[in-house]
């Protein structure tokens, strides 16, 4: 004899159900080079050392361009023949040419340092690190008018200074760059690679 089947109540339904195991999203990340950052931070650091020495020579240029136009003589001034104010004279262009070369620096270091290049699924996601905070930046490499440009080369792959622009297609002559990556080998980012590039593949 048949027993009667019970109706099934949800709590019933949710503990009788198997442990579904969540699927894994395939993640790949760029590996970037880091010689260049590390070089520029050495070059800036030689560039500072023989920059604030020379604020010596800065200030007697100074002097004798102030002497060449008689300026003391006409003015008759003795704070133009001090010394002092010439060496901060000289101090002070020497910081504006060093401190200008810093944004420069601090520039480059955003674009190949503070970014980090993640491919999700089918989603590219781009973070951006910033002095007041972070910028995430998510879209579909399959997109249309979206260009990827990869600049690479014999020469780029051996130093590893390949990279790669994400570019929004406007006009005939103008492209919107969304993202720039930093330097990296390609030989190490096969994977992150295949999935930027797998409609191109496909």
């Not at 060449?68 to 004279?89: A, E, G």
């Not at 990869?150 to 103008?174: A, D, N």
């Amino acid at each position: 004899m048949d027993r009667p089947k019970k109706e099934s109540v949800w709590w019933s339904w949710e503990i009788s159900q198997p442990e579904t195991k969540k699927r894994k999203t395939s993640k790949s990340k760029l590996k970037i080079n880091y010689i260049p950052p590390v070089l520029a931070l050495l070059l800036y650091g030689v560039f500072l050392a023989y920059l604030l020495p020379f604020r010596a020579t800065v200030s007697g240029w100074i002097f004798k361009f102030v002497e060449l136009l008689q300026i003391t003589k006409v003015l008759k001034l003795s704070l133009l023949t001090d010394k002092r104010l010439y060496d901060y004279t000289a101090l002070f262009i020497v910081s504006y040419i060093a401190f200008a070369f810093f944004l420069d620096l601090v520039r480059f270091l955003k674009k190949n340092l503070f970014q980090i290049f993640v491919t999700e699924e089918s989603r590219l996601i781009v973070t951006k690190w910033g002095f007041l905070g972070k910028e995430t930046i998510r879209w579909n490499p399959d997109q249309t008018g979206l260009q990827i440009h990869h600049k690479t080369g014999w020469i780029r792959s051996i130093l590893g200074l390949e990279k790669l622009s994400f570019r929004i297609h406007i006009t005939e002559t103008e492209n919107s760059i969304l993202a720039e990556s930093p330097y990296f080998f390609s030989r190490s980012n096969s994977p992150f690679l295949s999935s930027v590039f797998r409609s191109i593949e496909s």
